[in-house]
């Protein structure tokens, strides 16, 4: 049984860190890649930033620069630590992992950014 679990949300004034974080059991996770998205109220949710078991990584345009995605393969483990905060920044940030072509997430983690 797949399951994500974040950490790390919270309350933080714009130019603030955070640091997610979330921890996966049930699957192989050296060899899944990971991801990080968020929705905000009336949105969709959009990628934030992957990273492949190779630990290649990519992000949203929008979070380059401030955002940095990393895992510890030892304690399947992936994180997404988050500088310079913005106000548009806030959100439900979700950890997920595509298995067989099914789509797993986490039950999310609420980012609020005070301006």
């Known amino acids: 049984q797949v399951q994500l679990v974040e950490s790390g949300g919270g309350l933080v004034q714009a130019g603030g860190s955070l640091r997610l974080s979330c921890v996966a059991s049930g699957i192989d996770f050296s060899m899944r890649a990971m991801g990080w998205y968020r929705q905000a109220p009336g949105k969709q949710r959009e990628l934030v930033a992957a990273?492949?078991?190779?630990?290649?990584?990519n992000y949203a345009d929008s979070v380059k620069g401030r955002f940095t995605i990393s895992r510890d393969n030892a304690k399947n483990m992936v994180y997404l630590q988050m500088n310079s905060l913005k106000p548009e920044d806030t959100a439900v940030y979700y950890c997920?992992?595509?298995?067989?072509?099914?789509?797993?997430w986490g039950q999310g983690t609420q980012v609020t950014v005070s301006s």
């Open positions: 990273i492949t078991s190779a630990g290649i990584t």
């Open positions: 997920n992992t595509d298995l067989f072509s099914r789509r797993y």
